[in-house]
Every structure is written in structure tokens, then in C-alpha cells.
């Protein structure tokens, strides 16, 4: 059953808690008005197509829970409501489940917790980010699929979270599960970071039904007071056994190597902020028949690449204090590949559609727990003959509780 092991970490962790332990409960809501381009679909612009006329909607609901437990261990939760892929509502989820220890400059965490890869992760509530939209490293949905691998046709048809349509460089939710090794090697001068999680950085399940493996390294420094650089590397495997693959055995040999590095300039009112990303992939490859077979019976092995960075400007207006205005350049590049001999995938090359994204945001703190945000975002596809109206407008009034 999904989330059950985290339930079972959740209640066990209170079943040994002292009964003094104070729990501190806190929540936001997100309510949204949306639209987006005829051509919007979730895993391309994070608007579903039955929504894309103006309407309004929950957009998000948060509950947060944090216990101090004493003896320098502590728990963190997250109970969940999002719109994700439906457009609606969906139920109740618990994303984030940590038993944590801390002494001096060193910690270690076991559970569900936040990916210590890159920038976004940190940056993922609307109360932390400048824009509405996922950079498209995390929200823009690729043509490798986690039971299929190299899939053509991910994300062409289908809706998240019920049919396939592919994975995310990184899952745009933000978290993993495993165990994760702090250690601030200089106070607000560099620190690390080190997860071993049940799969890669581009696996959106809580768990795998494969034995799945991943390992994710972060070094952090601080060169000057206003910069903050981040090193990121992740190597694991990420597909799931599914009735397309069961003809086949050790799917955990497929990985993904992804390669990162984020940036941080502030000064006074303005803030420059980007990440980079390169992901190399080993994969088996299906076309509309099936997997594609080496002559020794088991499914050829592609490797692909593909780099995706964005880069974020922010000022804050002195004149009008608690607002901002911020602008975001993305590029998203699928290289060109080499096919196994027979390959029937020779005319997909590159792999996807290369894309640029432009977005624009203004944001306005009505009151200390209270931020309404404006994003404005537009596609456009290095192939001239993609179309695509996939533009999104977007009003956010996020409340802090």
C-alpha cells in the first residue's frame, strides 16, 4: 500500500516520544486563477487541458507538523492536497516524513525529506519561490518512462498519475526517500550533503517495486556574503516493474546519472539565482510494438543525454516595500544519439523537442502571512512546425497559517 511504511515511521516515532514532547502545527492554502493555451496539458505546463479556460481553484493545501523530541532528535511532516495532473483535488498524501538528529555541525535524517539535489527543492513552496511554475528541469515531462524507458510517445497521450507519460529530469516534488548525512564543515562557509535514497532523482514514487538504488552528493559553499554556489551529482536506477515489462528481469540495471550545479548572487534589493542541469541515461527503448531486442533476447541499451538551466532575476521594489518583479530564461536541449544496429527509433533524433521558456512574475505581500503572486510564462520549440499553444497566466494568492 503507498505512504506505508512512512505511516508506520510516523506513528512509531510518537509511540516513543516522551509525552512531553511539544508538537507545532502550521499550513498554508494556495488559491489560484488560471489559464493556459489550447495546447496545455500538465506535464508540459503544469495546466490541465480541461482547465485551460480562466477559472478559479484550491490549488494547494498544506498541513506542516514539527515535534521536538528531545536528546537532539526531532520529526518533521507534511500532510498534502494538491491539484496535480487532474486539475482537482486530489486525496490526502503525506509527502514528507523525517526522524532527524542533530549535534553540533553534524545531522542525519531517515525517511522522506527534502532531495538535496540543486536549488529548486528548497524553493518548491509558494511562500519561498519568486514564480508559480516548476523550472522545466523538474516540471517538464521527457520521453523516458520509468517502466518503458526510451517511450516516443511519453506525454503525447494520457494524464499524470494514471496513465504513463514519462518522468521529470528531477521529480518536481521535491523529496525522496532514504537516509540523508549532514555535516556544516564551515558555519556559513561550506557544507555537505549526502543522500542514499531507493532510486534516482527522476523516480516520482515513494518507493519502487524493484530493488532500486540511489546515491546523491551536494557540496554547498559560500565564496562571499552575496554568493552561494552548490555541486550536486546523483547516480541510481529508477524503473519500476509494470504488466508492459514483465517479460524481462533486471530492469535495475537501467540508471540515470544526473549532474548539477546552482547559483545564488543577492545584494541589497536584487537576487540572481540558477541552477544547471546534465542527465546521462541508460535505458532500454520501446516503440508502439513493444521493447526493442537485442539479438541475445533481452532489450537494447540507449544512452542519452539531455541539459536543462534556468536562470531567475529578482528585485525587490524599494518604493513599494513587500513587492517584487522577477523574469526567467530556460533552455531544455535533447542531444543527438547513436542507435543500436535495427534500431527502429532513427527518426526520433534528437530524443525530445528541444524548447526555450520565458516567464515573468510580480509578486505582493498583502500581510506578513499573506503573498498574492502574477506569472506569465511562453514555449517555444526549436522545431518551427511545433505550434504548441502552451502559454500559461496565473494568479496565486498563497496564505500562511
Do not use: C
Not at 537516509?179 to 550533503?193: S, T
Not at 525587490?316 to 530564461?329: C, D, K, N, Q, V
Amino acid at each position: 500500500m503507498r505512504n506505508r511504511w512512512i505511516h508506520i515511521l510516523l506513528l512509531g516515532t510518537f509511540g516513543l516520544a516522551p509525552l512531553s514532547a511539544q508538537i507545532e502545527l502550521s499550513g498554508s492554502a494556495d488559491f489560484e486563477l488560471a489559464a493556459g493555451g489550447e495546447d496545455s496539458r500538465f506535464v508540459t505546463n503544469e495546466i490541465n487541458n480541461e482547465f485551460r479556460r480562466p477559472h478559479l481553484s484550491i490549488r494547494e493545501l498544506n498541513l506542516f507538523l514539527f515535534s521536538d523530541l528531545g536528546n537532539n532528535f526531532s520529526f518533521t511532516g507534511r500532510l498534502q492536497w494538491d491539484i496535480w495532473g487532474s486539475g482537482r483535488l486530489n486525496p490526502l498524501r503525506i509527502t514528507l516524513a523525517a526522524l532527524s538528529w542533530e549535534a553540533g555541525r553534524v545531522g542525519l535524517t531517515v525517511g522522506r525529506f527534502v532531495n538535496p539535489f540543486g536549488l529548486y527543492p528548497r524553493r518548491l513552496l509558494s511562500s519561498t519561490g519568486s514564480f508559480i511554475n516548476a523550472p522545466l528541469a523538474y516540471g517538464y515531462f521527457i520521453n523516458i518512462s520509468d517502466t518503458r524507458g526510451f517511450w516516443p510517445a511519453a506525454g503525447t497521450v494520457g494524464q499524470y498519475g494514471r496513465e504513463d507519460v514519462g518522468l521529470t529530469m528531477n521529480y518536481f516534488g521535491g523529496y525522496v526517500t532514504g537516509g540523508l548525512f549532514n555535516w556544516v564543515i564551515i558555519p556559513q562557509g561550506m557544507d555537505v550533503a549526502l543522500a542514499v535514497t531507493n532510486a534516482a532523482p527522476a523516480s516520482q514514487q515513494d518507493y519502487t517495486n524493484l530493488q532500486n538504488l540511489g546515491a546523491t552528493l551536494r557540496l554547498g559553499f559560500q565564496p562571499a556574503i552575496f554568493w552561494q554556489q552548490g555541486i550536486s551529482v546523483s547516480h541510481g536506477s529508477f524503473m519500476r516493474r509494470a504488466t508492459v515489462n514483465t517479460n524481462f528481469d533486471r530492469f535495475e540495471k537501467y540508471r540515470q546519472t544526473l549532474l548539477g550545479t546552482d547559483i545564488v548572487f543577492a545584494f541589497s534589493y536584487f537576487e540572481l539565482s540558477g541552477e544547471l542541469l546534465y542527465a546521462l541515461w541508460d535505458v532500454p527503448a520501446s516503440d508502439n510494438n513493444g521493447f526493442q531486442i537485442a539479438p541475445d533476447g533481452n532489450p537494447e541499451q540507449y544512452r542519452l543525454t539531455n541539459w536543462s538551466a534556468y536562470l531567475d532575476a529578482r528585485i525587490e521594489l524599494p518604493f513599494w516595500p513587500g513587492s517584487y518583479m522577477a523574469g526567467r530564461y530556460e533552455r531544455m536541449v535533447f542531444d543527438r544519439f547513436t542507435p543500436p544496429a535495427g534500431s527502429s527509433l532513427v527518426s526520433t533524433n534528437p530524443w525530445d523537442d528541444s524548447l526555450i521558456r520565458y516567464s515573468f512574475a510580480l509578486g505582493y505581500r498583502l500581510a506578513r502571512p499573506v503573498l498574492l503572486k502574477f506569472a506569465f510564462s511562453e514555449q517555444i520549440y526549436d522545431d518551427r512546425t511545433l505550434r504548441r499553444d502552451d502559454w500559461t497566466l496565473r494568479l496565486v494568492l498563497n496564505v500562511s497559517l
